[in-house]
């Protein structure tokens, strides 16, 4: 996770919600891909290595909340240790 967004105005079922930016890693630790955004469902931090479910259906049953929205990517963990 390299950091979170900020917005004073925020679609309906956002409003609660921290959002991230996280920057896909490979095995090594080295940046792999495009950053991307995703809600934070963990409180992770800054520089906190994460797991993140990026498929809707799965990310709306992380979240729990009967007033659904658009989602497709949500912070489901923060990783200890990878080990290769």
Request: net charge negative; proline share 2%.
């Amino acid at each position: 996770m390299i950091g979170s967004v900020v917005s004073t105005i925020r679609a309906h079922g956002y409003e609660s919600r921290k959002i991230l930016i996280i920057q896909p890693i490979g095995p090594d630790g080295n940046e792999k891909g495009t950053a991307f955004l995703a809600i934070d469902m963990v409180q992770a931090g800054a520089g906190e290595t994460v797991l993140t479910i990026e498929e809707g259906n799965s990310a709306r049953q992380v979240i729990r909340d009967n007033e659904i929205f658009t989602v497709k990517t949500v912070v489901a963990a923060i990783v200890d240790e990878i080990s290769v």
